[in-house]
């Protein structure tokens, strides 16, 4: 605790130097700090990020991290299904890097993650995993001229493409993921191409006990292409995935699905759009597979209004099976996406759905936000049951016609005093419909959830 206080009183005497720090990132790996090389009256934050290895400064090395704390209290976790819980529990996240620079062509980057809980009787590996080697990865440069770079990455690494639909690092729960994969990393322009092998990191409980998992692989290409006429930005993508043991309603056996998808994002004036498609095809228990998503995100920010409000629309369509038992799987499976999809309240994942989101932000102030949201959600198919975000079956759709799963209303404060520090305190309620009352016990969810963040 004596630490966290240390970090909290050095990140608030950084705001000044936060106008001129390079933004930190969701993948912290991709952050540089190279352009302080030739700074001669340096703080002691900038000989952390940089400390000077070689006379030229090309060598290099930098250190960073982070501690997340948070507080939840539910009223009916999981519609009911969890004891009942009066105090609510905590939850911390510490983590901590070290990015070695030899030169411009190898590279080599280290981070230990702890995930700690207080307060709650029962957990799991994602919530709880007291001390891992979250990445260790080797770069090697390959290729660099003009603007022309090829990277060979190898070693335990975070993956992250497009909106984290399909691949994600998992930021919202405690234990974010990682992959022991190889990747080629192609980088010119306005183009970028990825092409990926790996296999999931499955976490556990215990100290730097995370190891190789060879139960589930993924591999594939990501392709990116920015600052298009029109359509501003794209990417397309072919993603494999394959797994000794997929779990689905209509039952259980190896899974090997090939992802086909497309998707697109630009911003005009005040108006921002998101689409994405998806189809799903390969064999599942020797029973073939086609599944398919889609989604729309479209805002529209009143820059000059008081309040600057931006209301927003999202919709979803997610397969699930058309029939039980007849041999064939329509099951979308979102592979590994970001956690607490539709909130931290929610436990529904993106599969089998069909979901409406108005929404609405207004900036109190420059640092101070405040967000309303509400959601429907209805089963796709009567055929199918409702899944978690880590595509754990959680109700079964064969007792019962009911579509409708229910309606969440949200808000929350999020407060942003400089680049290191995050707050952020949120409700929700969980309006239970006739699906989950017919198949548990169907209680609405009150939550109410504290997030502290530092950064450095």
Known sequence: ????LYLLICCCSLTALGQSTPAFRPLRYEEDYSQWHSDTNTTWYERMKYSSLSKKGGSYISFGGEARFQYFRYTNENWGEEPRDKD?????????????HAGRSLRAFVQLQSSLVNGKPSTSPVEENPLEVHQAFVDVKLLEHKKSTLT??????????????ILAVRDGPNNRQSFDAARAIYTTGKYRLDLLYGHYVAAKKGIFNDGFNDHAKVYGVYFTRNKLPLLQNIDLYYLGSWRDRAVFDDGAGKENRHSFGVHSWAQYGGWRYDVEGLYQTGRWNDAPIAAWTASLYTSYQFKQARLKPELGLKTELISGDKQYDDGKLNTFNPLYPRGAYFGQAAIIGPVNLFDIHPSVTLSLSRLLAWNIDYDLFWRYSRHDGIYGPNVALLYSGKDTDSKHIGNQLATEFVYAPNPFLYFRAEFTWFNSGAYLKEVGPGKDILFTGLTAQIKF
């Open 88 to 100: 609510g529990y905590v939850l911390a996240r510490y983590l901590f890097h070290t990015d070695l």
């Open 152 to 165: 060979l990455r190898v070693g335990r690494q975070e993956l992250l493409y497009g909106i984290q639909r």
């Open 1 to 4: 605790m004596k630490l966290v």
